[in-house]
Nanobody, 115 residues
């Protein structure tokens, strides 16, 4: 059974940092790439970053200066380090595993940036 479980969200002040985690069950990150997306209230879901099966990262242009995607293949976990957070980063963050059979999503983790 495929499961993606995110954690690490929360309330943080502007300028703060968070590290999100996504634990994957059912597929090995040595064989598949992963992505992080976010969806703010009233907006469409948007790509934040991706990491391919070889560990190479790729970022949305507006994210690359402050966010870092990484992975631990032994733990089968993908991370998203969020830094210098802004109120406009407030959103539900989702991890995504695209495969030939299906597109898998986690349940999301809320990130709220507010003073």
């Amino acid at each position: 059974q495929v499961q993606l479980v995110e954690s690490g969200g929360g309330l943080v002040q502007p300028g703060g940092s968070l590290r999100l985690s996504c634990v994957v069950a059912g597929y090995s990150l040595r064989d598949y790439g992963m992505g992080w997306y976010r969806q703010a209230p009233g907006k469409q879901r948007e790509l934040v970053a991706r990491i391919d099966r070889y560990g190479w990262p790729d970022y949305a242009d507006s994210m690359k200066e402050r966010f870092i995607i990484s992975r631990d293949t032994d733990k089968n976990t993908v991370y998203l380090q969020l830094s210098r957070l802004k109120p406009e980063d407030t959103a539900v963050y989702y991890c995504n595993l695209p495969t030939a059979h299906a597109d898998y999503w986690g349940q999301g983790t809320q990130v709220t940036v507010s003073s």
